[in-house]
């Protein structure tokens, strides 16, 4: 084949080539988008976060992102930690109903926060969600994270006896049984199980007897399995010694003289008055002694000691439980020790009121104190002449605590308290403190060159118009060791010029926050917002 030929037949390969690569590649482009389809990855898109923002008692609250073309947001809850064969509940959110918690540019840059109640407290949960379009039926993945509640509180009181408790819960929450251990040494032996009937749940209380007095119990209520409450309390008297019935009319002196034991535990019947017309001077022969009250339909006993309390020797324990004292405004310094040493000087559960001075008056020399303690108690018109509450104005005591809590106390007169001793530590916690009518300049007198180790007072709620008086924290500026934080003033809280050092001023008066506080109710009035509620001032009145 000669050159031109040669060359003739190469182009036409070349355009025959070249019709058939054509033709292929727009048969090609004529299907390109026709590929088939599976359908498991025909869905919506997961949220791009799922987590827990806060986990309560009984409560969670999830945040998450939006997905585009989702209608609506399904939840399951389990409790096989992420493995989901255990659905214990599926909730249905409508994502028309969701409202933003932090807006985005998209759909999926919205962040959205959850609440989901009615859980168990103590309890392991998982949780997972998926977003789904209802209008073509897709789907995404589940998301899924896992989170466990902390403890739940149900109880509302717990009233330890001598030999029993009153124990009372919130009557709506779900309840099956109640348990009752004693702890020792950090142990903790279970002692018996409670069946509670139809009633107790009702009633939301239940009294357990056979109890041992001074000792330490724990009490947990359940509803099957799931743990709703813990209280751990210690029931009254002690545990050792003599226990002595006391009757209306008895001399108190007499029969702690006669006792048999060095610890004496003095039992007062509710519903009923106690007149002690002498002054009561606590024998040498009695070290430790209890004043405890037995609750008669949860009234508290009465003791009218209008001649106040006195030592002989030194003592251990001084010990006033679940009762009311009224001095009557007798005796103005109700308790003035003359060189004595105590252990413990404490109040539990007691109604303390109509002392003209002082509860506790430290003058002399060679008076220690190691612990003053003030729980779950009602203070009322004390100092009203003058001294305080406490008056400890003797520079040579020594005391290791003061410790007041869960307390209310109201017009108390000069100073809460006269603490010019040496001292470890001072606390005041979950208190509320009152003066309507009574003029109290200083609510502390110290000595700044003696000023406790320690000092904490937190959770307070100071309130009432002080009598028109501007109330200063201290005698002096007292700030470089005093301060009161998580502490509250109502608006018609008078300050002075040493402030109470980060407390918070509220916007309501306290006739606006309370129910009744001038006859010593301050339950909160029916839709008041305070965000110190369940945390700041006596628990009492949650």
């Known amino acids: 084949m000669n050159a031109k030929k040669q060359y003739k037949a190469t182009l036409w390969f070349l355009a025959l080539l070249l019709t058939f690569i054509g033709g292929t590649f727009v048969s090609c482009s004529d299907d390109a988008n026709e590929w088939p389809i599976d359908k498991s990855y025909d869905r919506l898109y997961t949220t791009t976060n799922f987590s827990v923002e806060k986990s309560m008692a009984t409560s969670v609250i999830v945040k998450f992102n939006g997905v585009k073309d989702a209608t609506k947001y399904v939840f399951e809850f389990s409790l096989d930690s ?17 409202t933003p918690y932090s807006s985005g540019k998209t759909v999926v840059q919205t962040e959205y926060l959850k609440l989901f109640e009615d859980l168990y407290g103590t309890t392991r949960y998982s949780v997972r969600v998926k977003a789904v379009n209802e209008q073509t039926g897709s789907e995404s993945i589940w998301n899924k994270v896992s989170f466990e509640t902390p403890a739940e509180q149900i109880f509302t009181t ?7 408790v009153t124990m009372r819960w919130d009557a709506e929450k779900m309840v099956s049984t109640l348990r009752l251990g004693q702890t020792a ?32 119990y724990i009490a947990q ?20 010694g003599q226990t002595i019935e006391v009757s209306p009319g008895d001399d108190l002196l007499e029969l702690l003289t006669n006792a048999t034991h060095e610890t004496v535990t003095l039992v007062f019947t509710g519903g009923q008055e106690y007149d002690i017309a002498n002054q009561l001077r606590i024998p040498e022969n009695v070290v430790n002694i209890y004043f405890a009250g037995k609750a008669v339909n949860g009234q508290k006993p009465v003791l009218n000691m209008t001649k106040g309390l006195r030592l002989s020797g030194n003592k251990g324990n001084i010990c006033f439980q679940a009762v009311i004292m009224d001095d009557n405004m007798g005796e103005a310094y109700w308790f003035n020790p003359d060189k004595n040493n105590v252990d413990l000087y404490s109040f539990q559960n007691c109604e303390i009121r109509n002392i003209p001075r ?34 400890i104005g003797k520079s040579s005591v020594v005391m290791e605590t003061i410790s007041i809590t869960n307390t209310t106390l109201c017009e108390i007169g000069d100073q809460m308290m006269d603490l010019r001793c040496k001292i470890d530590l001072f606390k005041v916690d ?25 000092a904490k007072v937190t959770n307070t709620i100071f309130c009432g118009p002080n009598g028109g008086q501007k109330m200063n924290h201290g005698y002096n500026d007292y700030s470089g060791w005093l301060e009161f934080s998580s502490c509250y003033l109502t608006s018609d809280f008078p300050e002075g010029d040493n402030k109470f050092t980060n407390a918070a001023r509220l916007s309501l008066n306290t006739d606006e926050m309370f129910v009744d506080p001038q006859n010593l109710d301050f339950h909160l009035k029916p839709g008041v917002n305070f965000k110190g509620k369940g945390s700041a001032g006596d628990p009492r009145w949650w």
């Open 430 to 454: 979950c208190c509320t403190f009152c003066n309507y009518t009574t003029k109290l300049q200083k609510w502390i007198r110290a000595d700044n060159k003696r000023a406790p180790k320690e």
């Open 82 to 98: 992420l493995a989901f064969n255990e659905i214990v509940r599926t909730e249905e959110v409508k994502a028309d109903t969701l």
């Open 221 to 240: 209520i359940l509803n099957d399995s799931f743990l709703r409450g813990t209280w751990k309390f210690r029931t009254l008297g002690s545990a050792v």
């Open 358 to 391: 002082t509860l506790l008056y430290i003058n002399n020399d060679g008076v220690n104190f190691r612990e003053i303690r003030i729980d779950d108690c009602i203070l009322h018109n004390i100092g009203t002449s003058g001294y305080g509450m406490l008056n």
């Open 158 to 164: 717990v009233t330890p006896g001598i030999k029993d």
């Open 185 to 216: 040494e950090g142990d903790t032996t279970w002692l018996q199980t409670v069946t509670l009937t139809d009633e107790m749940k009702r009633n939301g209380e239940t009294l357990v007897e056979g109890l041992t007095p001074g000792t330490d």
